[in-house]
């Protein structure tokens, strides 16, 4: 099993920055792909970012590019989201995920581990 725990959220004005940190423990030596998703309430979890064990693959959703950095430091088993130039609608609550089936992928499905959320909200 691989338990995996957020932080970094809070509150920001429009403009400006938070970085998100994902720890995780227990097994983690079966993760391959970590990502970030997002959830507004009573919607669907939405794909932010992923990066591959390496570093080598990093994709983010349309909507982030070029304001979010995802990065990861596997020697503290952690991933984390830089969120710079953060607006309005980026608020909901940010997850971090795990998948452990060695591909990189944008689908929430296909992640095996999930921590427990932080919030993010952004005012105007």
């Known amino acids: 099993q691989v338990q995996l725990v957020e932080s970094g959220g809070g509150l920001v004005q429009a403009g400006g920055s938070l970085r998100l940190s994902c720890a995780a423990s227990?097994?983690?030596?079966?993760?391959?792909?970590m990502g970030w998703f997002r959830q507004d309430p009573g919607k669907e979890r939405k794909f932010v970012a992923t990066?591959?064990?390496?570093?080598?693959?990093?994709y983010y959703a349309d909507s982030v590019k070029g304001r979010f950095t995802i990065s990861r430091d596997n020697a503290k088993n952690t991933v984390y989201l830089q969120m710079n130039s953060l607006k309005p609608e980026d608020t909901a609550v940010y997850y971090c995920?795990?998948?452990?089936?060695?591909?990189?992928?944008?689908?929430?499905?296909?992640?095996?581990?999930w921590g427990q959320g932080t919030q993010v909200t952004v005012s105007s």
């Open positions: 995920a795990a998948e452990t089936s060695a591909i990189v992928t944008t689908e929430p499905t296909k992640y095996d581990y």
């Open positions: 227990g097994r983690t030596f079966n993760i391959y792909t």
């Open positions: 990066i591959s064990r390496s570093g080598g693959r990093i």
